[in-house]
């Protein structure tokens, strides 16, 4: 399924942008905006699509900004 396939690809585009490099309040501020561009009430994308990358995003939040 050709969505299935762009959301794979998305979450992929997702996880790189989080480059161990990055300092933690630049984790948190990206993190802040892919909540806003995904958000399934806020977006521009499909609610399919934009629900999936939402909950990919909620549910490894704590890969994406390490709990100190």
């Not at 480059?19 to 399919?48: A, G």
Request: proline fraction near 4%; aromatic fraction near 14%; glycine fraction near 0%.
């Amino acid at each position: 399924d050709e969505v299935k396939v762009d959301i794979l690809k998305r979450k992929v585009e997702i996880f790189n942008k989080f480059q161990p490099s990055l300092t933690l309040d630049e984790r948190k501020s990206l993190y802040k905006q892919m909540i806003f561009k995904y958000h399934p009430d806020k977006t521009q994308y499909k609610k399919e699509f934009a629900e999936e990358i939402f909950n990919y995003l909620q549910t490894n939040k704590s890969k994406f900004i390490p709990v100190l």
